[in-house]
C-alpha cells in the first residue's frame, strides 16, 4: 500500500453506544471516491493515554492522520491540549474563532440555561501555537492542521466537518499522496449480480458495487492519469441502462413538475406513507405535491380515493386493477396531474400461492392524457427493504414517464414485468 | 481502567464507504449497558498484515478481543486462516457447520447463477482444531472462541451477529471481568439538559444520558453488587415524569387498541407521511389501522377531511382550528376511533414572527366521545429533528390518553403548552 489516510474517532459516548459513528463512513466515501485510501479508523474513548498511543502509532506509518472529536470547551474535550503536550506547543486562540465565540456568548448570556463561563467557551477557539486553523463555519472550534506531521483535528458534529471539508481535502491533496482515477455511476433499478454481469471486461480497472435501496452506485478506478478510459468506459455501461443513470429520480421529478406548473399525489397502502414522508424530506415541495392517501384498510380505499367496491370484490386489494383505481382516485381527490399509487404484501404475514410475501402492484396515472399505467413486481426482501425498493421503483418509472417515456422494462431484480396500459 | 473488551472490525467495503459500521454501536450500547468496558473498536481493511497486527497488539492489552467479519466463503474472508497461522493450529471443519453448508449447497446448486463449488462453499464451516464453535442460526459460519487469548471471532452480517450474541455474552461473563451494576430508564418527551436537571445527585452514581428523537434513554452505573440502590433510584426518577416511562407508546397504543377493537387514523401536513410511516413499521398492524391522509395542500385538506375553508381562511392551515378539524375529518373520513392529527411548519421557509419555523399543533380526536384536543408545540430543531419530535410527542399524548388520561404537562422542551379541550 502507498500512503494514506489514518483515522482516529474520539467520543466517548460512542463508545458507550449512545452514538452511532457515521463519521468513519463519511470519510471512507469521501475518500474512496477521489482515490485516496483509507487505512484504518480507530475509535476510543475520550482518554488522554489512548489518544497520544493511538497518535504515534499512526505517526510511524507516515500516512495522514485525521482526528475528529475532542474540540469543544469541555475538560473531557482534549485534542488541543494533548497535541501541545505531544508537539511540546502552547495553546494560543485563533483570532476569527475567538471573535466568534465572544459574540455568541454575548448573545447566549441572556438565556440561564446555558451559562458557561467565558473562559469555559473560549477553550474551543484555541489552536496550537504552530497550527494552521481550518475554518468552521458551522460551529465555533476550528479544525487543526500540523503539516510537519501531517495532522488534521476536525470536530465531532458531522455538519461542521462537512462544512470544513473543502478546505481540508485541499490540504490533503497538498501533501502530494498519489491517488487513483476514479467515476462514480448511479445506476437506479439494478442488483448487484445483475450489474456486475454487465459490465465490460476491463483489466485495468478497478470495480466497486454499492448496493443501495434504490439500486446501485458504481465506482470505477483505474491508475492515475488514466481519466480518458474512464470516460470511454462510463459511456459503454450507461447505455445498457438507458433511462436508469441518474443521480437522484424523486428530485429530477420534482425539478420537472415545477417548471412545468404540474402537481403531484400519491395513494399508498403496503407502504404506508414512505413514499409520501420521502417526498416531503425535500424542502420547499409543497408547490409541487398535493398531498397524499395512506389507505391501509379497504374502507379507506373506496372513502379517500374512490375505489369500486365491485374491484375489491372481484381482484382483492393487491392487484392490478386497484393500482390504476388508486392512482385515479388519487389525482381526482387531490386535483393532481401525476399520481401513483401503490398496493401489496410488505409482509410477513398476508402472502399467498398466487400473490406471495413481496408483490407490489405500483400505479401511475397521468390526469392530462387520462393514462393509467401498472407495474407488478415481486420484492421479497423483508419488510423495510420491500418498501424501500417499491418507492424507489416508483420514481424511477415516473421520471421515466415524465422524461418522455423511455420505454422501460422494469430492470429491478426479481421483477415480473407486466407493465400496461390499462386505458 | 480494569479490564474489558477491544473491537477488530473487518471489511473492505466499511474502509471504501459503502457499508455504515453499525456493528461497534451494537456491541458498544450492548456491553455498555451490561456495565462492560469496550475500550476501542478498529475497522480496517481485509488485509493479512494488519488484521494480525491488529490482534498482536489487543492481545499485549489482556482485553477480551471480539473480531467481527472475515469468516465468509471467499477469498478475502481470512479470519479461519490467520488464527491458525497466528496459533500453529490447523483447520478443520466444524461438524455442524459442515452438515448445513453441504445440505445449502446441495439446494442452492440447483440455482446456476449462485453456483460456487462445494469446497469454496465448505471454506466457512472451518474453525481451527482448538477452538470453539459458536452457533450461527441464520448465516452458516460459525462463530470461533479461543479461551486463552481470549479471543472471539463473529461474522461481519448485523442479523448474524444477533444469533449469536446471547451465547457469545456467556463466554464473555466466563472470563470474570468485573462489571458495574446497571440500569436503564426510557423517558419520552424530555430533552437532555431538562433530564439532568430533574436527577437526584448520587455521588455513587455515574449517569449517562443517551438523548433520542423521542426523549431520552437514562442509564444508570454504580459499583458491582450496589443494584438494590438502583431499585431504589430507578422508582425516584420514574415518579419525576409520571406517564413518561414507557419503552414504545406506539408499541403500547396498538395493543391497547387491539385489545379494545378500536382503530387509528391520521391526518398529516407538516410531518408528510412520517406518522402513517412509523404506524406502518409495526407488523400486523392493519388490524387496528385504517389509513391516513398527507393533507400537503389547502385543498387536500377541504378535500379529504373536510377541512371548513373558513378555517383556513381565518386562521390558516397552520393553527389549533385547523389541527382539530383535521383530527375530526380523518376520523369522519376513515371511519376510525381515534385520530391523530399534525399542522405545523417544517422548515426552512415558511416561518413568521407569529407561528416561527418548528411551531406544530397536534390534535386529537375520539370519536366515541367527540373529545378533541390540540397541543402547540415549538421544535425549532430543523426539518428532520422537527418532524420526528412532532411524531414522538403525538404518539406519547395518545398513549397517556388511552391509559385513562394522565394529566400531561407535554414536557418536551422549548414547547408552549397550550393542550387543551375545544370542544
Not at 108 to 123: C, G, H, M, P, W
Not at 132 to 140: A, H, K, Y
Not at 202 to 217: E, F, K, Q, S
Not at 307 to 329: F, K, Y
Request: proline share 5%.
Amino acid at each position: 500500500m502507498g500512503k494514506g489516510v489514518r483515522l482516529c474517532i474520539t467520543g466517548s459516548e460512542v463508545m458507550n453506544g449512545f452514538v452511532l459513528d457515521k463519521n468513519t463512513q463519511f470519510f471512507a466515501s469521501e475518500l474512496y471516491a477521489l482515490g485516496y485510501e483509507l487505512k484504518e479508523s480507530r475509535v476510543i474513548h475520550d482518554d488522554r493515554e489512548q489518544i497520544l498511543r493511538t497518535w504515534k502509532e499512526y505517526r510511524e506509518t507516515g500516512d495522514i492522520i485525521v482526528n475528529s472529536g475532542g474540540l469543544g470547551p469541555t475538560t473531557d474535550d482534549l485534542t488541543v491540549d494533548l497535541l501541545c503536550e505531544w508537539l511540546g506547543d502552547t495553546p494560543v486562540y485563533e483570532k476569527h474563532a475567538e471573535k466568534r465565540t465572544r459574540y455568541f456568548f454575548e448573545r447566549r448570556a441572556r438565556d440561564q440555561t446555558r451559562a458557561i463561563s467565558i473562559e469555559t467557551a473560549l477553550r474551543q477557539a484555541r489552536i496550537p501555537s504552530r497550527a494552521q486553523p481550518i475554518r468552521n463555519t458551522v460551529g465555533l472550534a476550528p479544525g487543526i492542521f500540523i503539516p510537519e506531521i501531517p495532522f488534521i483535528a476536525l470536530p465531532g458534529f458531522p455538519d461542521e466537518i462537512k462544512s470544513m471539508w473543502a478546505e481540508t481535502l485541499g490540504l490533503i491533496e497538498a501533501q502530494g499522496v498519489e491517488r487513483a482515477a476514479t467515476q462514480i455511476i448511479p445506476i437506479w433499478g439494478v442488483g448487484e449480480s445483475q450489474l456486475f454481469s454487465h459490465l465490460p471486461e476491463a483489466p485495468d480497472i478497478t470495480y466497486g458495487v454499492h448496493a443501495l435501496p434504490w439500486g446501485c452506485r458504481l465506482f470505477l478506478r483505474t491508475a492515475p492519469g488514466n481519466g480518458a478510459r474512464l470516460a470511454e468506459l462510463t459511456a459503454v455501461i450507461q447505455a445498457k441502462f438507458p433511462g436508469q443513470s441518474v443521480a437522484d429520480p424523486l428530485k429530477e421529478i420534482v425539478a420537472h413538475l415545477k417548471a412545468e406548473k404540474l402537481s403531484l399525489a400519491v395513494a399508498e397502502s403496503c407502504t404506508g406513507g414512505l413514499a409520501a414522508k420521502q417526498i416531503t424530506d425535500l424542502p420547499g415541495v409543497s408547490a409541487v405535491f398535493k398531498g397524499g392517501v395512506v389507505t391501509y384498510a379497504n374502507e379507506a380505499k373506496e372513502a379517500l380515493v374512490g375505489v369500486d367496491p365491485e374491484i375489491l370484490r372481484r381482484h382483492g386489494a393487491v392487484s392490478r386493477e386497484c393500482a390504476a383505481a388508486m392512482a385515479e382516485g388519487a389525482a381526482r381527490a387531490l386535483a393532481a396531474d401525476i399520481a401513483i399509487s401503490f398496493t401489496g404484501i410488505a409482509g410477513p404475514d398476508g402472502g399467498s400461492e398466487a400473490k406471495p410475501v413481496g408483490t407490489v402492484f405500483i400505479g401511475m396515472h397521468d390526469a392530462r392524457s387520462g393514462i393509467t399505467r401498472v407495474g407488478k413486481f415481486l420484492f421479497p426482501f423483508g419488510r423495510e427493504r420491500f418498501r424501500n425498493a417499491s418507492v424507489a421503483c416508483a420514481f424511477l418509472a415516473a421520471w421515466q414517464y415524465l422524461q418522455g417515456d423511455i420505454p422501460t422494462v422494469w430492470p429491478l431484480s426479481h421483477y415480473e414485468a407486466v407493465s400496461k396500459k390499462l386505458t
